[in-house]
């Protein structure tokens, strides 16, 4: 495993995760909602570092999490974490492959699930909205306690708002603190238009660890 | 925008300023070394009023006080150019004059140029101020030379002095005042019932005032940190920039879930490279072609698994 892009669980570098595991969870309240799709407005603003930290928090503490690589454009998780980019997500739903056959598993992060992109797809943004990843979706949440859904730039692709069309399903914007302001308005606006329901905001590189030394 | 967005806005540009600041004082440092060096020549007169207080020393002495704070802006004001340029244009007649050995030349007592000033300068006075010889002060220089007056406080003195680029000129100009004041009054048709006395005429400076390199340094600096802590704030208006994250629920109306700092990840106890592999489900014989692609139509359409 790439260690560079996971956070140690037990320093203080997982905190803001945990406040954000918590914020999520108080937002969420007394609805239906496993899935939570990671998106913001640009590339490079850290989706990927946030949805898998997200996700090995969660994991420690909501059994099980499941995280998939939802980006089949330019995937990431796969790199991060030294797994195989295929079999995965396209796999299962375009072989109809039972998801548990493609996930890892990570004993030592929590028990994280991990599904990856998968194979390349010639026109991806057809594929999130889909039924097929509504089947699949509605499985993971059956049987997990958190989908992390690590998804494409809005402003890039229309993926983010298919996977929050499902049912169950949530956006949690990844905002860049040297991002643009019109990128940010321009991709709530298109959360909006989409009726996905924003769950909020995650500013992402505000400042430097204070609880470091604590 | 808000006190504390102009402080965080100046804070964020905090680099632009200074280095924008320090270009200021090397500017200002730059300037002040080229600028030509200038001499200052000062000296000292009397005015006294001999008017109708001259019997009462207090009233005598106020008056000329009075009197020398009215020449104080006279001369600041520069309106004794005119009379100094005359003073120094007889001087260089009789200079010429004198150099042509000529029987007649003028002695200061006749001016053509300006009939009211029938005056010019007393005879001996060319040659004590050092206007002729090798004297470098032209009646056209005149207008290079800066005076400035001052009133001796309680006394009725007047402290005048004039800078130069050539300490010749400064001392010229600064020792010609006296008479052009005279000549001033006389023109302007004033009563002439004060007396003005030269109490210590001005010697050729010996070094250049200072440059006042400190002085502009400090200015610099102020006026550096204000253009520029403007020019930041005016660039920040014009930033495409996102708002602060506790006015960013405010202005987009959706709520900030958590903040991340710049994280320092750390490697994994366990997860490294000597760490157990993660445990997949998926046999890795399975017998799927990596290569291969699906339209997307056909997940759309149920997934249909290709033959």
Same mark, same amino acid.
């Given at each position: 495993m790439n260690p560079r892009f996971l956070v140690e669980p037990d320093s203080a570098s997982a905190e803001p995760f945990r406040a954000l595991r918590l914020a999520i969870e108080a937002r969420i309240g007394s609805r239906e909602t496993k899935g939570l799709v990671f998106t913001s407005p640009d590339p490079r603003d850290g989706r990927s570092t946030m949805s898998a930290n997200f996700a090995l928090v969660a994991a420690h503490v909501q059994r099980p999490v499941l995280l998939i690589d939802a980006d089949m454009r330019n995937p990431a998780l796969h790199t991060m974490l030294d797994l195989p980019r295929s079999p995965g997500l396209v796999e299962v739903l375009r072989d109809r492959l039972d998801p548990w056959e493609v996930t890892h598993t990570f004993p030592s992060l929590g028990g994280l699930h991990v599904i990856t992109a998968g194979s390349p797809l010639p026109r991806p943004g057809d594929v999130a909205a889909s039924p097929a990843m509504g089947q699949l979706?509605?499985?993971?949440?059956?049987?997990?306690?958190?989908?992390?859904? /690590? =998804?494409?730039?809005?402003?890039?692709?229309?993926?983010?708002?298919?996977?929050?069309?499902?049912?169950? !399903?949530?956006?949690?914007?990844?905002?860049?603190?040297?991002?643009?302001?019109?990128?940010?308005?321009?991709?709530?606006?298109?959360?909006?238009? !989409?009726?996905?329901?924003?769950?909020?905001?995650?500013?992402?590189r505000e400042g430097t660890l204070a609880a470091d030394r604590y | 925008m808000t006190a504390g967005s102009v402080y965080r806005a100046l804070w964020r540009h905090k680099l632009f300023i200074l280095v924008?600041?320090?270009?200021?004082?090397?500017?200002?440092?730059?300037?002040?070394?080229?600028?030509?060096?200038?001499?200052?020549?000062?000296?000292?007169?009397?005015?006294?009023?001999?008017?109708?207080?001259?019997?009462?020393?207090?009233?005598?002495?106020?008056? =000329?006080? /009075?009197?020398?704070?009215?020449?104080?802006?006279?001369?600041?004001?520069?309106?004794?150019?005119?009379?100094?340029?005359?003073?120094?244009?007889?001087?260089?007649?009789?200079?010429?004059?004198?150099?042509?050995?000529?029987p007649g030349a003028p002695t200061g007592q006749s001016n053509s140029q300006s009939p009211k000033n029938a005056t010019g300068p007393p005879?001996?006075?060319?040659?004590?101020?050092?206007?002729?010889?090798?004297?470098?002060?032209?009646?056209?220089?005149?207008?290079?030379?800066?005076?400035?007056?001052?009133?001796?406080?309680?006394?009725?003195?007047?402290s005048i002095s004039a800078r130069s680029k050539d300490p010749t000129n400064a001392r010229i100009a600064a020792n010609a005042v006296p008479w052009a004041l005279r000549a001033f009054i006389r023109n302007t048709g004033s009563a002439t019932t004060e007396k003005i006395i030269t109490v210590k005429a001005a010697t050729t400076p010996s070094a250049p005032v200072s440059r006042h390199l400190a002085l502009n340094i400090v200015i610099a600096i102020m006026l550096g940190l204000i253009f520029n802590g403007a020019l930041a704030l005016v660039l920040e208006l014009f930033r495409d920039r996102l708002p602060e994250p506790d006015e960013l629920e405010r202005a987009l109306g959706h709520p900030v879930l958590a903040t991340v700092p710049s994280l320092r990840l750390h490697p994994l106890p366990g997860t490294g490279p000597t760490s157990e592999e993660p445990v997949s489900v998926f046999a890795g014989e399975q017998s799927l072609d990596e290569e291969r692609t699906v339209h997307a139509q056909e997940i759309r359409e149920g997934g249909n698994r290709e033959a």
């Open positions: 979706l509605e499985k993971a949440y059956a049987e997990c306690e958190a989908v992390v859904l /690590d =998804s494409p730039p809005v402003l890039n692709a229309a993926d983010a708002s298919g996977l929050a069309s499902h049912r169950g !399903t949530e956006v949690v914007m990844i905002v860049n603190r040297s991002g643009k302001r019109r990128h940010l308005i321009s991709a709530l606006r298109e959360m909006a238009v !989409t009726e996905a329901n924003v769950l909020g905001l995650v500013v992402n | 924008l600041t320090a270009a200021f004082v090397a500017a200002a440092v730059y300037v002040t070394v080229q600028q030509d060096r200038e001499y200052e020549a000062a000296m000292l007169m009397r005015v006294q009023e001999r008017g109708p207080n001259a019997g009462n020393a207090s009233a005598a002495l106020q008056a =000329s006080q /009075d009197l020398a704070q009215t020449y104080a802006k006279i001369i600041g004001a520069g309106a004794l150019k005119g009379e100094i340029r005359t003073f120094v244009a007889q001087c260089s007649r009789r200079r010429t004059a004198a150099t042509q050995n000529r005879a001996g006075s060319c040659e004590s101020l050092g206007v002729t010889g090798n004297s470098r002060l032209s009646p056209r220089r005149v207008s290079e030379v800066s005076l400035s007056a001052s009133p001796v406080q309680d006394l009725d003195l007047l």
